[in-house]
């Protein structure tokens, strides 16, 4: 006995068709925005060669600022970078990051709550 495959009509094709698209449009965005953030594969150096870059490291940050709540310092970004990216995280260096942090709030991407002293970090707070 023969089974028969159930009919597809035009608007029901066009629909799988372009929620497929929409999909794959997603795929594509999260490979690329994974490749950023790892600095991509420059002139066919390895994952591991050479520095990141600053787009890729302001990229990190603000991913890392979705999971942090309250006022935050370069070390509270720094441990999340590392929770989320830990492959990433072993390129950053802690003067990028500082330097990054500090661009972020000029661009008032951030807010600066209170300037670090000596030792002391600087306070930031997401806006």
């Not at 940050?61 to 979705?66: D, E, N, W």
């Amino acid at each position: 006995m023969r089974h028969k495959m159930p009919r597809m009509n035009q608007r029901e094709y066009e629909r799988l068709k372009e929620d497929a698209a929409a999909e794959y449009r997603r795929k594509l965005e999260a490979i690329e925005v994974v490749w950023k953030m790892t600095g991509g594969a420059k002139n066919g150096a390895k994952e591991d060669d050479g520095p990141i870059g600053k787009g890729a490291l302001q990229e990190a940050i603000k991913t890392a600022l979705q999971f942090i709540s309250g006022d935050f310092t370069l070390r509270d970004v720094e441990k999340q970078i590392q929770a989320t990216n830990s492959s990433f995280a072993t390129k950053i260096k802690r003067p990028s990051l500082s330097s990054a942090l500090k661009r972020m709030a000029a661009e008032k991407d951030i807010t600066l709550v209170e300037a670090g002293i000596g030792k002391r970090a600087s306070k930031f707070r997401r806006n």
